[in-house]
């Protein structure tokens, strides 16, 4: 899908709505860029030295890889917001919108005139999302909200990792990429109720609470048995074997198999049913007693074997398993990843670079490639297309 909105498929589930994202880095622009891939119109408001997660980790051009993986089809307005001309135009583009984005900190909309009480009041359909790290008011609120600071107050970290080591953080953004999906779901779900309605509202995300919300099974755990989670590396507390890393000869396998069940299947696929019978490892409160000694059976046997092998066995035995892979070994099409998931981002001055879509297949309507916008390159075109749609309901 290029910035050409008149090449937008008919069929597009977003077609005709328009976003308006003051956003940067990541939970703000993957929502946008979702949104975009559906089809809306999705204008992308950036400062004149654009978007900061345009250059994080990257200094070869205006496209690094947060930027990259978060920004395509989307058009880029550069607006100087602490100019006030600029903060007149912003505030009508986003009068125009049916969905207004945001993830600066809190307060700095309300300083600029483009907060969400400003704008809903203005524009009652308006559907306002904002993301912020440890929500919009409160003593918290005016820390800075990044993934990583999420992940530890959350009590994500306490639980990640080997119990000997460090708390240990997931290897990604993890928590920045929830509360995209959680805003991209509110903000779809308000949508929804204003085609009921009429009426717009307010959406507030903060990554803290995205955080803790999905650790909804731990906390149950926690609320039921009363015992703080710990780390216990791959293993679970009150299960075994489940997501224990076991080797092959070429590689790894994570396996869960903890019904009384499902373990022997998994020995009998081992050719090793002695393990199944042997009474420290026949029930699951055995096993737990005996980890050690029963990863040390069953990872001297899958390590005799090749990764292919093991899988082999283990699909025929029913056994719940993963081949743990790098992001080298996925390829689309394989181990049930969707021929068509990954799109070609165009951006200028480099060959195309192949990224994961949207993940939901829609039966009547394909993943789109994307492009790239330089910084301000619609600019130009978006406030010739403002004067023409102004109303005096937002007038400025």
Known sequence: MSHDR???????PLK?????????????????????ELGADVIKVEPPEGDAGRYAGWNKDHFGPLFSACNRSKRSVVLDLRNPEARKDALALACTADVVLQNNRPGVMEKLGLDAATLTDRVPRLVYGQVSGFGQTGPASQRAGFDIAAQAESGMMSINGDGDRDPTRVGFTVVDVMAANALTSAV????????????GGIVDVSLVDVAVSAMSSTWAEYRLSGAVP????NGQTNAAPAAEVMPTVDGNVIISAYTKEHFARLCAALQRPEIAADPRFCENAARLQNRQAMLAELRSATGRLSTADLCERL???GVVFGMV??????????????????????????????????PANFNDYRRQDGRLPE??????EVLAELSLDRTGQCAV
């Open 6 to 12: 008149q090449s937008t498929p008919e069929n597009a």
């Open 16 to 36: 005709g709505l328009r976003v308006v994202e003051f956003g940067q880095y990541i939970a703000v622009p993957a929502c946008g860029q979702t949104m975009a």
């Open 188 to 199: 779809l779900a308000a949508l929804v109720r204003r085609s009921v309605s009429g009426r």
């Open 230 to 233: 710990v780390r216990s590396g």
């Open 315 to 317: 699909t025929h035995a």
């Open 325 to 358: 892979r790098t992001l080298d070994d996925v390829r689309p099409g394989h181990g049930g990843v969707s021929a068509d998931l990954f799109v070609k981002v165009h951006a200028a001055g480099r060959d195309p670079v192949l990224l994961p879509g949207c």
């Open 375 to 380: 910084i301000g390159e619609h600019t130009a």
